[in-house]
C-alpha cells in the first residue's frame, strides 16, 4: 500500500516536471513572447509553486525558470524603470531564500513583491513610451497591469486600452493616450490598495499567517505604484514618511507582529489622497450613484420586514448591497468631500457605518432594525449629502441612472434564480421606471433606434429573445430570462455609448419656442389693441405709461422665471414625482386658456374689458399714469407668468439652457410681430393668426398630457394598460406625446373633446343669442 502511494506521487511529480519543462520558455522563445504572455506565465509559476512547495527542489527548478523567462523583459524594464527591476531581482533572491528555508510567509511576500514590482515596471513602461511617442511599446505592454476588480457597481475600465489603440492608428495625440493611462491605472492600484488594506485587516483577525504576508508586501507594492503622485500631492517628505510606514507593515505581517496600529497610520496617510483625480463627469457619475443606491436601501428594506422580523432574506441583501455601492461612491468622492467640509463628512462617513450595522444586523437577524428608523437615517443621510455636494453634481446623470438600471436588473435576476418572481417583476418595473425618466429623453432623440429594441427587451418583445414582462409573468426558467437580460444590456450599453456627450432633445426647444411665441403674441396683440385706440395728439402720451407698465411685467416675469428655478431646485429631489406635479398644474392652465381661447366670448369679453377700464382711466383726473401702468403691467404680466409656468415642466426634462434657447426662439419671433405691429403699423390678421397660434398651442396640450400621463404611470400614481396590438413609432411618442396605453390615448383624446367640444359650445350659444335678439327685435 505504502510503495503504491509512494508510486503515485512519484508519478505526479515527474508528470509536473514534464509540464514545466514543456511549458518553459528558452531564451529564444522569451525573446518572441508578448510581455503580456511572460508576466503572465511568471505569475501563475509563482502562485503554483506557493501551492505545491512541497517538493523542494522542483520548485527550486520551477523558480529558476522564472527567472530565465524574466530576461525577456529585463532589459526594457532596466531602461524605462530600473528601481522595479532591482525590487524584482531582490524578490528572486528573496523567493530562494524562502524556499531553502521552507518559509512559506516570506515566500508569499517575495512573490507579491515581485508581481507588484512587474506591475509598476509595467506601468513606467507604458507612460515612458508615451512621452517619447513610442506609441507601440506603450500597447505591447498595457496588458502587463491589472483591473479594479468587477461588481454590479464598478465594470472594468478600458479607457488606457482605447487611448493607446488611437494613439497607435494615429487618431490621438501620445499626451492625450498618456493623461488616460495615468487616470485609468493610478485609479485601478488606488483601489486595489484600499481593498487589500481591508483583506488584510481580515486576514489578521482570523490568524491566517502567509495570507498576512502576502497582503502585507500586496499592499506595500500597491503604494509604490502610487508613490509618485502620492509625492506631487503630499510632497517628499510625507512620501517618505508613508513608505516607511508601509514597510514596517509589510515586516511586521511577515513576523506575526501586531498590525493594527500600522493599519491605523496607513489609513490615516492615505485620508484625502487620490492618485488619479475624478473628472468633472466621473464626479456628477459617482454622486447620482450614491445617491440613486441610498435612496433604494429603505425601500427594499421595508419590503423585507414585517412586524420586526425579516420575512425576505433577498430584500435585505438587496439592501445591504444598494448600501455598499453608495458607500463605494462615497469613498470615491471623500477626498473632495474632505476639502469642502470636513467636520460634515465624518458626520456622513458615520451615518454610512451606522446604516450599515443596521443592515448586517439585521441580515444576520441580531437586532432587526424598524423600517421607519432606517427611512429616517436614510434621508437624514441624503439630507447631509445634499448640504455637502455640489450643485452641479447633484443634477441627473444618464451614466448613473445606467449603473442603477443594471443594479436592478441584477436583483431581478436574483429573485428569479430564488423562485421569487413577484420580487423579479418589482425589480423589473423598478428599473424600467429609472430608464423611463432618466436616461429615455436622450434616447429618443439622440438614439432612436435602440429605444423599440429596449423597450420590447423590458416588456412583451417577441423577437430573438422575448421580454422579460412575458417571461416573468409565465415564470420562464432562469436561463431564458438571463439570456434576455444579457441582450438587454448589451443594448443598454450600446445606448450609452451613444449618448455620450450629447445634449437635451429638439422637442424641449421647439415646445418652449411654441409657448413662448403662443403668450407673446398675444401679449402683443393686446398691447396693440390698447395703443391703436390711443389715436389723438392727446391720448398719444398715454402711450408711455403704457410701455412703462409693459416693461415691468417683462421685469417681473424674469423674476417669476428665476424664483420658479429656486424653488425647483429646492424640490428636485422629489425628480418624477415634481414633474408630474408641475406638468398636471401646465396643463389645467393649458387646459383653461384654449377653452378661452377657442370661445369667441373669451376674446371679445377680455378686450372689452380693457378697453372699459381704459375709459375709467382716461376719464379720471388723477392717478392716470399710475392706472394706465397698472393696466399695462397686468395685461402683460399675466402671459408672462403663464409662460413661467408652462417653463417649468419642460426644464425638468431637459437642462436650462436649451429651455432658453427656445425662449429666445419664441421671443425673436415674437420681436418680428411686434415690429410689424407698432413700427411698421401692419395690420395683420389678427384672429387668424391667433386660431393657428391656438392649433399649435393645443398640439402642445396633447403631447404634455401624453408625457404626464407616462410619467403618472411610470411613479405608480396611475395603472398601465397596455394596448398590445398598438404599436407608434418612436417619434410619435416623442412628438405627440403618444404612447400605446390605454390610459394615455384615454386622456389624450378626453383633452382634444374638451377643448373642440367647447369651441362648438361657445359657437351654439352665440348662434342661439343671435336668433334669441333676432326674434325679439
Known sequence: MLRNRFLQRSFLWLLIAVMGMSLRPSNAQAQAQAPSQLAEYIRATLVQIQLHAVDRTTAQNQLADVQRAYQGLAATLARYAPAADAAIQSGFDDAEQALAASDLPRFAAARTQIWTALLNGSYMVVTGALQAGDALTAQQWLPVREFRHANRFDRPN??????????????????????????????????????????????????FAVRRAEIAA??????????PAYAEQRGAAATTATQAIFAELRLAALRGAPIQSLLAQAHAALSGFRAAPLSPAEQVRRSGQMLRFLQLVPIEYERGVRNGQVTVDLEIREAITFHAGALAAFTDLRDLLDQRDPTLTATIANHFTKLGAALTNASNRIAVTDPAAIHALTETLLADLRRLLPPEWQKQDSGADFDVIRSALDQMEQAVRAGEYALAE?????????????PEAKLIAFAPQYKPIIEGYFWYGQNDHKGLAYLIERRAPPAEIAATRAA???????????????NAPLAITTNAAVIVFREGLEAVLILASLMGSLKTATQRRFRRPLWIGAGLALLATVVTWLLAQGALMAMARFGEKLEAIVSLIAIAVLLLITNWFFHDVYWKDWMASFHQRKKQILGGQAGQWLGLITLGFASIYREGFETVLFLQALTLEGSVTIVLLGVGIGLALTLLIGLAVFAMQAKLPHKKMLIVTGILIGAVLLQMVGHTVNVLQVIGWLPIHPIRWLEFPYWAGFWLGLYATWEGIGLQAAAAIFVIGSYYLAEYMQQRDWQRYARAS
Open 158 to 207: 478600458a479607457d488606457a486600452t482605447k487611448a493607446v489603440r488611437a494613439a497607435v492608428i494615429g487618431d490621438a495625440a501620445p499626451e492625450v493616450a498618456l493623461a488616460a493611462v495615468q487616470a485609468d491605472l493610478l485609479d485601478t492600484y488606488q483601489a486595489r490598495l484600499h481593498e487589500a488594506l481591508n483583506v488584510l485587516a481580515i486576514a489578521d483577525q482570523q490568524g
Open 426 to 438: 418589482s425589480a423589473r418595473l423598478e428599473a424600467y421606471a429609472i430608464m423611463e425618466i432618466g
Open 218 to 227: 500586496l499592499a506595500a507594492g500597491y503604494f509604490t505604484i502610487l508613490a
Open 488 to 502: 438587454l444590456d448589451q443594448a443598454l450599453a450600446e445606448a450609452e455609448q451613444a449618448l455620450a456627450g450629447s
